[in-house]
């Protein structure tokens, strides 16, 4: 089955500073790739995904990136503000079936500080 | 539009106890999950609905836990007995439709409840 490593578990930037965060997959046909924000306490909640036939995406401050080939993807945050620290998951899936079910990543801690 | 709403929002019960969790996902949406997160972890998905089919069990701990979704609405998930190691928090999501070819859709997640096992 599927298999997501992310790294890193923790990172601290300053305001300002852009923050990126990385993640493998093992399954070849996982062609879904979503990234998710939670924050304490909270639900997450989804703020940008890429699909496998794209390479880059971009939503103002958020990019992600992907590289089928070598099996990874990224999540860049430019001009980080202190309300962008939370914890950060990435997700992969495939399509159909069972398949469609999210395989998380264990997340990265965003310290954002003023 | 309403979100995923779920109860209770904590529960604390003692191991080999029961416990149940309720989830009334968006209106019209056909698919539902339930994940399992373990503090400083990533969601564990425990099980998909389809409607009121199951899709995938797999991870589902058969032997404790149980989860329905009799009208393809709101959904129920139970654990009996309870143990030390299912102190978590369940989180249940839902989206229009199971991720199929060229239809992704997003899974929109409820608040959750934490349970605590003694």
């Known amino acids: 089955g599927e298999n997501v490593e992310q790294h890193p578990s923790t990172l601290s930037v300053q305001e300002g500073d852009s923050a990126v965060i990385k993640c493998t997959y093992s399954?070849?046909?996982?062609?879904?790739f979503p990234w998710y924000k939670q924050e304490l306490g909270k639900r997450p909640q989804l703020i940008i995904d890429?699909?496998?036939?794209?390479g880059e995406k971009k939503d103002q401050r958020i990019a992600v990136t992907l590289n089928k080939t070598a099996k990874h993807f990224s999540l860049h945050i430019t001009e980080t503000q202190p309300e962008d620290s939370a914890v950060y998951f990435c997700?992969?899936?495939?399509?159909?079936?069972?398949?469609?079910?999210?395989?998380f990543g264990k997340g990265t801690k965003l310290s954002v500080k003023p | 539009e309403a979100g995923v709403a779920q109860s209770p929002r904590y529960k604390i019960i003692e191991k080999r106890q029961s416990v149940a969790f309720w989830c009334n996902p968006i209106?019209?949406?056909?698919?539902l999950y339930w994940y399992q997160q373990i503090l400083g972890q990533g969601p564990k998905l425990l099980i998909q609905?389809?409607?009121?089919?199951?899709?995938?069990d797999s991870q589902l701990p058969k032997d404790r836990f149980s989860a329905e979704r009799l009208k393809g609405v709101d959904s129920t998930l139970k654990i009996q007995p309870a143990k030390l190691e299912d102190s978590a928090v369940y989180l249940c999501?839902?989206?229009?439709?199971?991720?199929?070819?060229?239809?992704?859709?997003?899974?929109?997640f409820g608040p959750g409840t934490r349970l605590t096992v003694l």
């Open positions: 999501a839902s989206s229009l439709v199971r991720l199929a070819h060229n239809k992704i859709n997003e899974q929109f």
């Open positions: 997700a992969a899936s495939g399509y159909g079936g069972s398949q469609g079910n999210l395989i």
């Open positions: 209106s019209g949406h056909a698919t």
């Open positions: 399954d070849s046909a996982s062609n879904y």
């Open positions: 890429i699909r496998s036939n794209v």
């Open positions: 609905f389809q409607n009121n089919g199951v899709v995938d």
